[in-house]
């Protein structure tokens, strides 16, 4: 299984980006997908993580700013980040739960990272 993550890049504060991770590979199911984040010197956090039926939760300094949704047609989840503020500046890592065909234990998947820097 592999996890595709694209859309990072440099914006001003108070501005927009969105994120794309594309699971790919032999995946029966996926459960949760999420977004994590590691700025330097600092350890990786949990931005934001959703379920398959659509249950979204977020890191408190998110809240009513990111907004995190998926495709479970396309194993895709997304991250739409407004009114970005420099402390959002982070590597942002995508991760999923998934199953592959032929077993029954889910396994956790890492996509590689997308710098977000949000800076004038």
Known sequence: VQLQASGGGLVQPGGSLRLSCAASGSIRSINVMGWYRQAPGKQRELVAAITSGGSA????????????SRENAKNTVYLQMNS???????????????????RDTPYNYWGQGTQVTVSS
């Not at 982070?90 to 998934?98: E, S």
Request: proline share 3%.
């Open 57 to 68: 939760n977020y890191l408190d300094s998110v809240k009513g700013r990111f907004t995190i």
């Open 84 to 102: 970005l503020k420099p402390e959002d500046t982070a590597v942002y890592y995508c991760n999923a739960d998934a199953i592959r065909w032929g």
